[in-house]
């Protein structure tokens, strides 16, 4: 099964901005494991920009474009030198994708895109994609890693594209603020009223929310692929997920 994972910042880091080394080395165990049993996992990975912060020891996340790409450049090197210790005792190969808007809208730079990833695939390797926030301006962004997520699933003709966040899944209100609010187990439609449950961003290290969530689960499943919300406190999660047990939220792939 091919199967894209995207990993926000929260997962990655403290709220300091500094790696969370546990949840990073449980997480590449895990996706070795299940390459080891004959997955196709592709990682989408946040986190550049926040482990940018905790380098220079930023407290905020820098709201300038020029400061943001220079964070992000500082932040890059670290995450995959990270994920590149972590997978190699493994003895997984992993390879960097850096993308802008450009590379998944013009259809030769999407193309080679694809290609690029069937190939690594091919190779046994394990691409770790995340946006170009080094170069990336309004006109190129795409602007959050869980849109960026599902974009890879469409094109890369994955079968699952699991969210990992800080939050169970999609909820009938704030579980943050409502003792009421309960989880949806499985979304086989998303009407207006699921659209109206997506609130605003979780912690304040990333940049998506339950509304980016939703809008990814709407170019995932339009795609033909199933997409699964889920905490990402315990990367272990992965195995029930991918055996398709109810775990999180589960949007229904369209059957058309």
Same mark, same amino acid.
């Given at each position: 099964m091919r199967t894209v994972v995207k990993v926000g910042t929260s997962t990655l880091a403290y709220s300091t901005g500094n790696l969370n080394i546990r949840h990073m080395e449980k997480l590449c165990r895990v996706l070795s494991d299940l390459k080891n049993a004959g997955n196709e996992i592709i990682l989408v990975s946040s986190g550049a920009v926040g482990m940018g912060m905790g380098r220079l020891s930023l407290s905020e996340r820098p709201t300038d474009? +020029? /400061?943001?790409?220079?964070?992000?450049a500082v932040g890059q090197c670290e995450l995959m030198y990270t994920y590149d210790?972590?997978? /190699?005792?493994?003895?997984h190969t992993i390879a960097q994708i850096l993308?802008?808007?450009?590379?998944?809208?013009?259809?030769?730079?999407?193309?080679?895109?694809?290609?690029? +990833?069937? %190939?690594?695939?091919e190779m046994n390797v394990l691409p770790v994609?995340? *946006?170009? @926030?080094? +170069?990336s301006t309004d006109e190129f962004l795409i602007g959050d890693n869980d849109t960026l997520s599902a974009v890879v699933a469409a094109n890369a003709g994955a079968d699952l594209l699991i969210l990992l966040t800080d939050i169970d899944g999609l909820f009938t209100g704030d579980p %943050?603020?409502?003792e009421d609010a309960e989880l949806i187990p499985e979304v086989e439609e998303i009407t207006e009223e699921i659209e109206a449950l997506a609130g605003g961003s979780g912690s304040g290290m990333g940049t998506g929310g339950m509304v980016t969530k939703v809008r990814a689960a709407k170019i995932a499943t339009a795609a033909g692929c199933d997409m699964v919300i889920a905490n990402g406190k @315990?990367?272990?999660?992965?195995? /029930?997920?991918? *055996?398709?047990?109810?775990?999180?939220?589960r949007? +229904? %792939? %369209?059957?058309n």
């Open positions: 474009i +020029v /400061s943001k790409q220079a964070v992000a210790k972590l997978f /190699s005792e493994y003895n993308l802008t808007a450009d590379d998944v809208n013009d259809r030769a730079h999407r193309e080679n895109f694809i290609a690029t +990833v069937n %190939r690594l695939l994609i995340n *946006e170009n @926030d080094t +170069v %943050r603020k409502s @315990d990367p272990s999660i992965l195995y /029930s997920i991918i *055996e398709g047990k109810p775990v999180g939220t949007f +229904v %792939r %369209r059957k």
